[in-house]
């Protein structure tokens, strides 16, 4: 006979416990982002381009009087450029007190997950290890592995400043 203590209750159910990602596309692969980071999702607007801004920085939005940064996640992950369609989309995010946009080439579905199927993102190896580090997990659902990106590990400390210099008119 095995006793389990409470906390060991507590932890069988946070592994039991469900995380809902919304997944989307960039390219012919499928990300997912914790849904609770997510403040909403848009369809494109018009762009104004920044001066000297990083080459996966589009520029700044205007969206309900606040002025927001807008990334490029295919420029960003080094994929080859797109044209923005139908199906593209902004999702507007928060990271760390401030709030952007990043563009993606569809949203899908919002997945929920049990917490225990998320795992450790592969160690790549690469250089720098900067493309791993944007990941915070991984999801494998049928024939579908999803990366599940990290929000506060796709742009450096030094970028995230640089963001903050673009003060918003809220």
Do not use: W
Not at 134 to 142: A, K, Q, T
Request: proline share 5%; hydrophobic share 45%; net charge neutral.
């Amino acid at each position: 006979m095995t006793i389990s203590s409470p906390s060991d209750a507590g932890r069988q159910a946070r592994g039991d416990e469900l995380v809902q990602l919304a997944a989307f596309r960039i390219g012919g692969e499928e990300y997912a982002i914790d849904i609770m980071r997510i403040k909403e999702i848009i369809h494109p607007l018009k762009i104004t381009k920044v001066p000297k801004a990083p080459k996966f920085i589009e520029g700044v939005v205007e969206l309900r009087g606040a002025i927001l940064p807008v990334v490029d996640l295919r420029k960003r992950f080094e994929l080859p450029n797109t044209d923005i369609t139908r199906a593209s989309k902004y999702i507007i995010v928060s990271m760390e007190k401030r709030i952007l946009g990043l563009v993606v080439d569809a949203v899908s579905e919002v997945l929920r997950v049990p917490r225990k199927d998320v795992k450790a993102p592969p160690e790549f190896g690469f250089a720098g290890g900067a493309t791993a580090s944007f990941f915070s997990g991984v999801c494998h659902l049928g024939e579908r592995i999803i990366m599940i990106l990290d929000l506060d590990e796709i742009l450096t400390r030094q970028e995230k400043i640089d963001l903050g210099a673009m003060k918003d008119n809220s």
